[in-house]
């Protein structure tokens, strides 16, 4: 069953949130994790780089069905240490009828970095 919505924000507010289009350049198991996860290395092209990021995605996805995929990610949270792991954004998704995380991605081949508006 779906939350309820959050509290209103303004656009504003909206704006000060960066979501930006990369793609997994590196994906692989995080057997540190509490909950089973993956690593990933993100590339969102120049002017922001590759970021690192700890994804819980492992019920959809494996490493080799990752790498080469555009997804959609937080970029200006304050990096987060997970155990050994420091994760420098949020990659995006949301959950199925089981509660397991699906990606959210673009649906058509849109530049690194794009900003969602």
Not at 19 to 32: D, K, N, S, T, Y
Not at 56 to 74: D, F, K, W
């Amino acid at each position: 069953m779906p939350a309820e919505a959050a509290a209103p924000v303004t656009f504003d507010d909206f704006l000060k949130v960066d979501i930006r289009v990369g793609e997994i350049v590196e994906a692989m198991p995080f057997p540190e994790a509490r909950k089973a996860a993956f690593k990933l290395v993100i590339d969102f092209g120049p002017g922001i780089g590759r970021k690192r990021s700890s994804a819980q995605i492992t019920r959809h996805y494996s490493p080799e069905t990752l790498v080469g995929r555009r997804v959609m990610a937080v970029i200006n949270f304050p990096p987060r240490q997970i155990g050994p792991f420091m994760s420098e954004v949020l990659t995006l998704g949301v959950p199925d009828a089981e509660g397991e995380v699906v990606l959210l991605v673009p649906e058509r081949d849109v530049p690194l970095g794009g900003r969602l508006f």
